[in-house]
């Protein structure tokens, strides 16, 4: 297959795979369907979070709803990937989309936030193998190099889904309630028809060949990383309430410590059975992208949630309204990922990619850092909005191709996993240490903005304003004005319930307003300093060649060499031998057979099946 006979690479890749271009094709709408669904969640969420966190009266607890999602879904992506391996992707990925299904029903029964933080833990390990199995499948029949000429298609439903999710959970959002039932519980419940539509799609259509091998299962391993890392992900969310050097905070960090160290140990000992095989760290590239991904996850994730609850509290933004202003970011991924898809498709070249997206996105964090606050245009907002979305949709893909392309085809279900493991890692971390950060400061932040705002002549006047004094919904705050100190104590109710700045006259708004947009301004200037880490750490990844193989491809070739070594092995053993003995009718005729079956016995004698 050559660059120069791109129409026929497809059917070639597939005949030498046992598929054909139909049944690549065919598998693809089985996964794009898996991938609606995860996409979907991924962002219908962002858009409605502050209006769920107000209704449940949890405004500064919403971080472990999203953190308990992405606690279970990252640990549970690795073990979808080393089962998926030894098992075959299929049932893993049906038993992945059943088990989001079921926790996006129990999330529409939620009465707390830590009701709800539950419910999204047991959605989170659905989720978990929903995105990392639909790019390991799409591993084991695509070669890296024409991968591109089937992105467009995932990139569609990525981008449809990313641009629909959040403006279906504003719109959602948004209602008082649809057939009785409170309008944001509809977010959550959008995916139970959705998801038994994947389901019944993939179980009709997802059939391709696995080859068994001898295997141990992982469990240790499992336990020893979730005990390494719930701890950490819990005090990065909890440790400013309880204190970074409170006595819990010193147990999570000891603990968390513990089980890291105890799961390199537990790894160790499995050598190939491990959930991921060390063997993988020594590959420099295979390090370097899955540290790269978890810095990259950091950042953005951590400064991604924040930008609409900008405009919802800082613009005043209905939800719907939010959710259609995130398009100038998908807008901005799809374009920068469908064109990087196709150059590295036509050049073999990724490297210049990974470069490129995370100097954007770490230019277009510190434009947000230093120019948008509450009086910023939407216009201007806008543009970084896409600066930030042509960066994000760079790297995005590319980073899990490098490792694809790094690692031996056996090991493609537990290597994307692991990339998406350790992106997920980073999305947590920064998820929980940026939402942190923000409430850490944002009370501050107000209280400053009440001291600078309060002697201006426009907060004077509103003061001053019959109307304003007469409205009930200021009283609060005109109350305050006379407290030694009422931007903290006000600061401290906005964290529960944010929705009342919205109904306050727009001079006593202000200061909540500028001091939510200059904490969320550090965030920012954080995110954007980790993100610029990446971008130095990428200039350091070996660029090869694109293998022109896909896995299915590659793990046939594989075998077969190893049963023609063995032969080959068996054979030179044979002529060794002294054959001093009369040969017999018998004797004769059986050498052929035995000498086979040794060679067959000393590769495993591994026989293929379909998922």
């Known amino acids: 297959m050559t660059d ?19 049944q690549i094709m065919t598998i693809l709408y089985g996964l794009m369907a898996g991938m609606f669904l995860a996409a979907l969640d991924q962002t219908i969420v962002s858009t409605a979070i502050r209006t769920i966190s107000d209704d449940l009266h949890g405004l500064s607890r919403q971080a472990w709803a999203t953190t308990a999602y992405l606690i279970t879904s990252t640990i549970a992506t690795p073990l979808y990937g080393k089962l998926s391996d030894l098992y075959g992707r299929r049932p893993f990925y049906l038993a992945a989309i059943t088990i989001f299904v079921v926790g996006s029903a129990a999330c529409t029964f939620s009465t707390s936030m830590y009701e709800l933080a539950g419910f999204r833990a047991l959605q989170g390990l659905g989720a978990g193998g929903l995105l990392s199995l639909a790019f390991a499948i799409i591993g084991d029949i695509v070669p890296p190099r024409e991968r591109a000429r089937y992105q467009g298609y995932f990139l569609a439903v990525f981008g449809t889904s990313s641009v629909l999710g959040p403006l279906v959970g504003g719109f959602f959002a948004g209602q008082g309630e649809i057939l009785g039932i409170a309008g944001w519980r ?5 995916n139970v028809p959705v998801g038994v539509v994947a389901l019944l799609v993939v179980g009709k259509v997802l059939h391709i060949p696995h080859t068994r091998r001898p295997h141990r299962i992982d469990w240790f391993g499992a336990a020893t990383l979730t005990l390494g890392v719930v701890p950490l992900l819990i005090v ?33 000992r499995m050598g190939e059975d491990a959930l991921i095989p060390m063997r993988l760290f020594a590959d420099r590239i295979f390090s370097l992208a899955s540290l790269i991904g978890l810095i990259f996850g950091m950042a953005m994730f951590g400064g991604f949630l924040l930008i ?3 405009f919802q509290i800082v613009k005043g933004a209905g939800p719907t309204e939010a959710g259609l202003l995130m398009i100038p970011v998908m807008v901005g991924m799809m374009g920068s990922s469908i064109l990087s898809g196709q150059i590295t498709s036509k050049t073999g070249r990724y490297k210049i990619f990974p470069i490129l997206g995370t100097g954007i996105a770490t230019i277009a964090m510190g434009l947000f850092a230093f120019f948008v606050d509450a009086e910023t245009s939407l216009v201007t907002t806008s543009l970084f909005m896409v600066l930030l979305g042509v960066g994000l949709g760079q790297c995005m893909q590319t980073l899990i191709l490098v490792v694809q392309n790094a690692v031996p085809p056996k090991d493609m279900g537990v290597a994307t996993s692991a990339a998406t493991f350790f992106r997920q890692m980073g999305a947590t971390a920064g998820t929980a240490v940026f939402l942190s950060v923000l409430f850490s400061n944002v009370s501050g932040e107000i209280a400053k903005a009440f001291t600078r705002d309060v002697r201006t002549p426009a907060f004077q006047s509103a003061l001053a304003d019959p109307a304003v004094l007469a409205d009930p919904a200021n009283g609060p705050v005109i109350d305050l004005v006379r407290n030694p100190n009422p931007g903290g104590a006000q600061g401290s109710g906005v964290l529960s319930d944010s ?8 001079r006593l708004a202000a ?30 990844i070996k660029e090869v060649p694109l293998r022109t193989m896909s896995g299915l491809q590659a793990k046939a070739a594989a075998e077969a060499a190893e049963l023609a070594d063995a032969q080959a092995t068996t054979a030179a053993s044979e002529q060794a031998e002294p054959s001093q003995q009369p040969a017999t009718a018998g004797s004769a005729s059986a050498a052929p057979p035995s000498s086979e079956q040794d060679a067959r ?7 293929p099946e379909r998922d």
Not at 4 to 22: C, F, I, N, V, Y
Not at 186 to 190: A, D, I, Q, Y
């Open 601 to 607: 016995r000393a590769v495993g004698r591994r026989r």
């Open 236 to 268: 990065a969310e909890q440790g400013r309430e309880w204190g970074w050097g409170s006595g819990a905070s010193i147990a999570c960090y000891l603990i968390g410590s513990i089980g890291v160290l105890t799961w390199i140990l537990v790894e160790h």
């Open 511 to 540: 200061p909540f307003k500028e001091g939510f947009s200059e904490a969320m301004q550090l965030v920012f200037l954080i995110a954007a300093c980790v993100m610029a880490v990446a971008f130095v750490l990428v200039f350091f």
């Open 186 to 190: 509809w977010v959550f419940l959008v």
């Open 499 to 506: 929705s009342f700045i919205q109904h306050l006259d727009p």
């Open 4 to 22: 120069t006979k791109p129409q026929a690479a497809p059917d070639q890749a597939a005949s030498e795979s046992g598929l054909s271009h139909r």
């Open 308 to 310: 609409p609850q900008y």
